[in-house]
């Protein structure tokens, strides 16, 4: 008898934390579909630029990323652990974030002669830092989120946005990064 209610405990407990897991993957997802589309954002605001006058856009647009990026990592860290399959399941996900703020920063370098003319090279300079650094600290909540086993493909994409971010910082006159 004791072993039956043991075994109805444990499955009903196993019922309940499939769901309790789904929702700790569909913050992550829903942290990086909201970043992803302020990054989109910026990357209209940015392909608008024709002129000195543009780049005001550019430059709230950038504070939305910014914003996104604090919001996710806030979001990411309050939730648990998550499984190795939904972990894989992110790939896609954080691979289109990936890809994203490539786009976004190589259109952006090829802004830059209106950015300095408008006089914001500084601005942009120093929003690049501040992404840089949000951008690492949400890389890092969700790297601590992943079963060990795949904290290497959540590290490596992370490496490639931050290389990304350190080659608009370079661009607009940041030092580089140091060597690894």
């Keep these: 008898m004791l072993y039956k209610s043991i075994i109805s405990l444990a499955l009903f407990g196993a019922t309940f934390a499939a ?3 789904k929702r700790q993957v569909a913050t992550i997802q829903t942290a990086v579909k909201q970043i992803t589309t302020s990054l ?3 990357d209209t605001a940015i392909k608008s630029v024709q002129g000195p006058a543009d780049t005001q856009k550019v430059v709230t647009a950038s504070n939305a990323v ?4 604090t919001t996710g990592t ?8 998550i499984s ?16 994203q703020v490539m786009t976004t ?19 942009t300079l120093k929003s690049l830092q501040a992404q840089k650094t949000a951008a690492d600290a949400f890389a ?15 590290s490596n994409q992370a490496g490639m946005v931050s290389t990304a971010l350190q080659t608009g910082i370079t661009a607009f006159g940041g030092a580089a990064a140091p060597a690894a």
Excluded: E
């Excluded at 910014?66 to 990026?69: E, F, I, N, R, T």
């Excluded at 920063?105 to 601005?123: E, H, R, V």
């Design 19 to 21: 769901p309790v897991d």
């Design 40 to 42: 989109t954002n910026l």
């Design 66 to 69: 910014q914003q996104a990026l």
């Design 74 to 81: 806030t979001m990411v860290n309050a939730i648990q652990p």
């Design 84 to 99: 190795l399959n939904d972990a894989l399941g992110l790939q896609q996900t954080t691979g289109a974030l990936t890809t």
């Design 105 to 123: 920063i190589t259109d952006l370098t090829g802004k830059k002669a209106i950015i300095q003319q408008a006089g914001q090279t500084q601005t």
């Design 140 to 154: 890092k909540a969700v790297t601590a989120k992943v079963p060990a086993i795949a904290k290497n493909i959540a």
